[in-house]
């Protein structure tokens, strides 16, 4: 069996990687890991061409094949994974990752996959779906799902932990309620934070309160809140100058050093606004940072006063 699994989501892909194994009762002695910008395409056919030494069947899994994408391979390469896709080897289970959100269904070698394997997309599009498969065997309302995305974010091995702690928390009742999320889901600043800031810049001063109100109860420190103000600012400007050079949310979080879900929001949030305004709150920011740090004005009143301000 030959399985072509793409997506971004590099917990989905485990994931998927962990249900085949079990699925193929595959033991981990006969797991072969293979990397295509590293290893030769020519001896990860070889091993799938010979015979497991230990068990009936093997598996082997070849990490970062971008042979199913519209960019420049080795014909050859290419050629040599076509050839063996036409004449597997049964007692061998391929496993072939792209990491890309897409594949060139058109290509020959695409086509093939498709007509004798199994294709796979992991990305986080219908993120409602994948959390209800989270809480699988327990009762959950649309509506809750929906709050524990946002209090917790759209990052899947997060939302994975909370998941699992929740349900260990409801394990004899089975059923998730809204209570639950709020008393037992761990709220996730980066969630709120632009809306924190749509907040502030549009002056929906109750509405930026409120969530300012809701961080002091999750005991961050004020200065700790300008520090991730100023650093969500500097990322939606800086999010708006990458992508005009046409850069993805993934190439522009691998350049930042951040996830691509709050790049994706920091581009949302900068699209309602000018960059000279992005820059005009930065130096609010750093002017009160400055005010608070010699004294000037105190933490929690000096945000206050600046939500309520500007």
Known sequence: MIYLLYGEEQFLIDKEIEKI??????????????DLEIDNIKDIIDDCSTISLFEEKKLVIINNCTYFNRVKNSEEDVNLLFEYISNPNPSTILIIINHNSS???TKKISKKLKE??????????NINSIVKNMFEGYKIKEETINLFIKRVGEDISILSMEADKLKTYKIDEKEITNEDIMKCATFNIDTDIFKFID????????????TYHELLRNNEEPLKIIVLLASKFRLMYQASIMSQNRMSDKDIGAYLGVHPYPVKLAKEACNKYSKKTVLRFLELLADLDKDIKTGKVNPELGLELFILKV
């Open 21 to 34: 194994e079990k699925k193929e009762k595959i033991d981990s002695i006969s797991i072969s890991h293979y």
């Open 116 to 125: 004798i394997g199994t294709i796979i997309e992991l990305n986080s599009s």
């Open 199 to 210: 907040n502030i810049i549009s002056k929906k001063k109750e509405d930026a309160l409120i």
């Open 103 to 105: 594949i060139d269904n």
